[in-house]
């Protein structure tokens, strides 16, 4: 078992920054694969990053590129979003996600992961 846990969401202005956490626990593995997905309300759940923990390659979706950079810290387990010039349509629950094995074409899909935490809200007031 994984055990995830997010933080670091929280209101912010438009053009602000925000940087989430998510602390893994549990078992863990080098294999594995960590995203971070969104959900607006109403609206789907979506990809906006992913981090091959053995490798350290990152994918961003496109909507934040240039915006948001995913990072993680071995020692501790932790993975990060770094998020600058927010935008009121980022506005949704921030979903930290890990996969056993990394997915690799593949994780940008939700079903690529097996383990997903709490989520934190973020709200962008324009």
């Known amino acids: 078992q994984v055990q995830l846990v997010e933080s670091g969401g929280g209101l912010v202005q438009a053009g602000g ?3 989430l956490s998510c602390a893994a626990s549990g078992r863990t593995f080098s294999s594995y694969g960590m ?4 959900q607006a309300p ?6 906006v990053a992913a981090i091959r923990w053995s490798s350290g ?3 961003h979706a496109d909507s934040v590129k240039g915006r ?11 993975v990060y979003l770094q998020m600058n010039s927010l935008k009121h349509e980022d506005t949704a629950v921030y979903y930290c996600a890990a996969s056993i094995v990394w997915s690799g074409s593949a994780y940008w899909r939700g079903s690529a992961y097996d383990y997903w935490g ?9």
């Open 17 to 19: 920054s925000l940087r």
């Open 35 to 38: 995203g971070w997905f969104r």
């Open 42 to 47: 109403g609206k789907e759940r979506e990809f």
């Open 57 to 59: 390659n990152t994918y």
């Open 68 to 78: 948001f950079t995913i990072s993680r810290d071995n020692a501790k387990k932790m």
């Open 118 to 126: 709490q989520g934190t809200q973020v709200t962008v007031s324009s």
